[in-house]
Nanobody
Framework: QVQFVESGGGLVQPGGSLRLSCAAS????????IGWFRQAPGKEREAVAC????????IYADFVKGRFTISRDNARSTVTLQMNSLKPEDTAVYYC????????????????????WGQGTQVAVSS
């Protein structure tokens, strides 16, 4: 049984940092591109960052470029999202998932290519 578990969310002031972790079990993480997504109340789930399986490439949404960093540790089956310079608009539930259609991240990939969604971790940015 494949399971993804996100952790590390919380309440932080604008300009602060959080480090989210995604722990996978039941699959070989090195074989999959792994994405982080977020969903704010009343909004669609949107892609935040992706880490490729096939090489070390990464992709970021424009709204997090320069602030967020995705990294992976295949030996530990974990993917981390370091979030710096957080803004109130970053408030959302953050999810990780595996791309079942490709090993390399591309900007055109949609959330429908992903599966094994975790339960999410809440991030709230507020003063």
């Amino acid at each position: 049984q494949v399971q993804f578990v996100e952790s590390g969310g919380g309440l932080v002031q604008p300009g602060g940092s959080l480090r989210l972790s995604c722990a996978a079990s039941g699959l070989t993480m090195r074989d999959y591109a792994i994405g982080w997504f977020r969903q704010a109340p009343g909004k669609e789930r949107e892609a935040v960052a992706c880490s490729s399986a096939s090489d070390s490439s990464t992709i970021y949404a424009d709204f997090v470029k320069g602030r967020f960093t995705i990294s992976r540790d295949n030996a530990r089956s974990t993917v981390t999202l370091q979030m710096n310079s957080l803004k109130p608009e970053d408030t959302a539930v953050y999810y990780c998932a595996a791309n079942l259609m490709r090993r390399r991240c591309v900007a055109s990939a949609t959330k429908h290519e992903y599966d094994y969604w975790g339960q999410g971790t809440q991030v709230a940015v507020s003063s």
